[in-house]
């Protein structure tokens, strides 16, 4: 079985800027960052969406992020943070391993997030409230069993020839870090 | 007015709070004592639920740690019943923290978006930076800590060899350095006293005024001298 790119940051952490370590996960900062102090939040385990991931692990992932999120504020001086998590391919999720996104946030820092609105009717919010309820109430109970999401994540063979690259690169990049030392 | 104040006037006029206690309508798909998951009736896609945390917290950080666990547990799972109950490929689970950083209301709150593909929401660009630069942030966010740890341990060894090797050069320079630094000051400002005693004589012919203001002008000298010397092993 493939090393998942992620899983081989975790065990290459000194080539990284890791900023958080613990037992269950580690945040580090992102090498192509959307702003400057971008941090990732990572769970050592492989796990390639959140859903799959058990409920202490996500309770702690997250714990971990507004620590992140509280330093942003304090030693970046940042004016708001956003905690992003996108799941699944159609989400925009590039690695197949679960990625929390934390970002600094600052006046015209370029980014946007917003979205437009849309004017849902009371009869579409009556009847989707109806549909995910069927659902929800055994998921929420806890009585609903993992397998059989029907989800197309990204996967290794897929960004193979893209991520073999971006290892070069990235080799190539501690190298020429190396040589820079005097 | 004070900052509790604002905050009880803030929860009288804050919408989820209002949803929450029932005294506006929504659409509920979860609810327990800590948390309500409703329907956003503006949403990104149809089925954009909202986490609320049932007490009036203004931005993560307020949140208890215990609750943050919890809120987020509640959105994976309403991100599962979404990807089950629409037959969707994709979620985003998306927070905004302050004003700047897409936060509409006073009341913290978590998204969870349906997603599809191509829809071009919560696009995260990739940017270069400088590894300087990264390193720079890294040490703003973490150095800190690190480098105050190491010259604490590295410290009180230099100080122990001292210690042991230099004891009879600590005899011989430090103690007459640090208590001459204290008692030499004095002398020379006696010196100066009885220099500046002479100049008074002078001055007691013309003026006796003048003496008490000279002395006045001592004391304060004296007192800033010793203020210095307390900021210098302060330092």
Same mark, same amino acid.
């Given at each position: 079985?493939?090393?998942?790119?992620?899983?081989?940051?975790?065990?290459?952490? #000194?080539?990284?800027?890791?900023?958080?370590?613990?037992?269950?996960?580690?945040?580090?900062?992102? #090498?192509?960052?959307?702003?400057?102090?971008?941090?990732?939040?990572?769970?050592?385990?492989?796990?390639?969406?959140?859903?799959?991931?058990?409920?202490?692990?996500?309770?702690?992932?997250?714990?971990?992020?507004?620590?992140?999120?509280?330093?942003?504020?304090?030693?970046?001086?940042?004016?708001?943070?956003?905690?992003?998590?996108?799941?699944?391919?159609?989400?925009?999720?590039?690695?197949?391993?679960?990625?929390?996104?934390?970002?600094?946030?600052?006046?015209?820092?370029?980014?946007?997030?917003?979205?437009?609105?849309?004017?849902?009717?009371?009869?579409?919010? #009556?009847?989707?409230?109806?549909?995910?309820?069927?659902?929800?109430?055994?998921?929420?109970?806890?009585?609903? #069993?993992?397998?059989?999401?029907?989800?197309?994540?990204?996967?290794?063979?897929?960004?193979?020839?893209?991520?073999?690259?971006?290892?070069?690169?990235?080799?190539?990049?501690?190298?020429?870090?190396?040589?820079?030392?005097? | 007015?004070?900052?509790?104040?604002?905050?009880?006037?803030?929860?009288?006029?804050?919408?989820?709070?209002?949803?929450?206690?029932?005294?506006?309508?929504?659409?509920?798909?979860?609810?327990?004592?800590?948390?309500?998951?409703?329907?956003?009736?503006?949403?990104? !896609?149809?089925? !954009?639920?909202?986490?609320?945390?049932?007490?009036?917290?203004?931005?993560?950080?307020?949140?208890?740690?215990?609750?943050?666990?919890?809120?987020?547990?509640?959105?994976?799972?309403?991100?599962?019943?979404?990807?089950?109950?629409?037959?969707?490929?994709?979620?985003?689970?998306?927070?905004?923290?302050?004003?700047?950083?897409?936060?509409?209301?006073?009341?913290?709150?978590?998204?969870?978006?349906?997603?599809?593909?191509?829809?071009?929401?919560?696009?995260?660009?990739?940017?270069?930076?400088?590894?300087?630069?990264?390193?720079?942030?890294?040490?703003?966010?973490?150095?800190?800590?690190?480098?105050?740890?190491?010259?604490?341990?590295?410290?009180?060894?230099?100080?122990?060899?001292?210690?042991?090797?230099?004891?009879?050069?600590?005899?011989?320079?430090?103690?007459?350095?640090?208590?001459?630094?204290?008692?030499?000051?004095?002398?020379?400002?006696?010196?100066?006293?009885?220099?500046?005693?002479?100049?008074?004589?002078?001055?007691?012919?013309?003026?006796?005024?003048?003496?008490?203001?000279?002395?006045?002008?001592?004391?304060?000298?004296?007192?800033?001298?010793?203020?210095?010397?307390?900021?210098?092993?302060?330092?």
């Amino acid at each position: 079985m493939t090393e998942c790119d992620v899983c081989k940051i975790v065990n290459n952490k #000194e080539a990284f800027h890791v900023i958080y370590e613990d037992e269950i996960c580690f945040a580090l900062l992102h #090498e192509s960052p959307a702003v400057p102090g971008h941090t990732m939040v990572i769970p050592k385990t492989h796990t390639t969406i959140i859903e799959e991931l058990d409920d202490k692990i996500v309770e702690h992932l997250f714990v971990v992020c507004n620590k992140v999120s509280t330093i942003l504020f304090d030693k970046l001086g940042a004016h708001g943070t956003n905690v992003i998590v996108n799941n699944g391919i159609d989400a925009g999720q590039d690695l197949p391993h679960v990625v929390i996104n934390v970002l600094p946030r600052s006046e015209n820092d370029g980014l946007d997030f917003e979205w437009t609105p849309k004017q849902s009717g009371q009869q579409v919010l #009556e009847s989707l409230q109806k549909k995910i309820q069927i659902y929800s109430d055994p998921i929420f109970l806890g009585k609903d #069993e993992l397998p059989d999401i029907k989800i197309q994540k990204p996967e290794q063979s897929i960004t193979k020839t893209s991520s073999n690259n971006k290892i070069e690169k990235k080799e190539n990049y501690q190298i020429n870090n190396l040589k820079r030392l005097p | 007015m004070s900052a509790q104040e604002i905050l009880e006037l803030q929860k009288k006029n804050c919408i989820f709070c209002k949803i929450i206690a029932k005294e506006i309508p929504s659409y509920e798909i979860y609810s327990d004592e800590k948390v309500s998951v409703i329907l956003d009736i503006n949403p990104a !896609h149809e089925g !954009h639920c909202l986490i609320l945390p049932k007490n009036h917290y203004q931005i993560l950080p307020q949140v208890p740690l215990d609750l943050i666990g919890y809120m987020f547990t509640i959105a994976k799972k309403t991100s599962r019943t979404l990807l089950k109950s629409l037959g969707i490929q994709g979620t985003t689970i998306f927070v905004a923290n302050g004003a700047l950083a897409g936060q509409k209301a006073p009341h913290f709150m978590i998204h969870v978006v349906p997603r599809q593909r191509g829809d071009q929401l919560f696009k995260i660009p990739k940017n270069s930076i400088s590894a300087e630069e990264l390193l720079s942030i890294k040490n703003k966010l973490v150095g800190e800590q690190i480098i105050q740890q190491e010259k604490q341990e590295i410290e009180p060894v230099k100080q122990e060899i001292k210690q042991e090797e230099v004891i009879e050069q600590k005899h011989v320079e430090n103690k007459p350095q640090t208590v001459e630094e204290r008692i030499v000051d004095p002398k020379e400002e006696s010196k100066k006293e009885i220099q500046e005693d002479v100049v008074e004589k002078v001055e007691e012919e013309l003026n006796s005024e003048n003496k008490v203001k000279e002395n006045n002008k001592q004391e304060q000298k004296k007192d800033t001298n010793i203020d210095d010397i307390a900021n210098l092993f302060l330092n």
